[in-house]
């Protein structure tokens, strides 16, 4: 079992940037790869970033590209996303989520763990 925690959510205005924290308890947090993703009101969760257990690879859903970035403390046992150049259309709740898979992975159904979820709501 792994618990998953998420914080740094808030308002923020259009052009911002805003840094998310997962913070991880239980099993091992570097066996896993581990992945963000978001849900606005009246649209199905979709997948924001991913990266591999050691953080030697990411990716990411085209919509932010070259905005957001996702990172990895092992010995933290935290996961962040650091989102800029925020856009209305990026609110939304915000999870993160761990997989047992030895590969990074976009899809939903992939991961085994899921935490509680973050606002991030921006202003235009």
């Known amino acids: 079992q792994v618990q998953l925690v998420e914080s740094g959510g808030g308002l923020v205005q259009a052009g911002g940037s805003l840094r998310l924290s997962c913070a991880a308890s239980g099993r091992s947090f570097s066996g896993y790869v581990l992945g963000w993703f978001r849900q606005a009101p009246g649209k199905e969760r979709e997948f924001v970033a991913t990266i591999s257990w050691n953080g030697d690879s990411t990716d990411y859903a085209d919509s932010v590209k070259g905005r957001f970035t996702i990172s990895r403390d092992n010995a933290k046992n935290t996961l962040y996303l650091q989102l800029n150049s925020l856009r209305p259309e990026d609110t939304a709740v915000y999870y993160c989520?761990?997989?047992?898979?030895?590969?990074?992975?976009?899809?939903?159904?992939?991961?085994?763990?899921w935490g509680q979820g973050t606002q991030v709501t921006v202003s235009s």
């Open positions: 989520a761990a997989s047992a898979r030895y590969r990074t992975t976009v899809y939903l159904r992939n991961y085994d763990y």
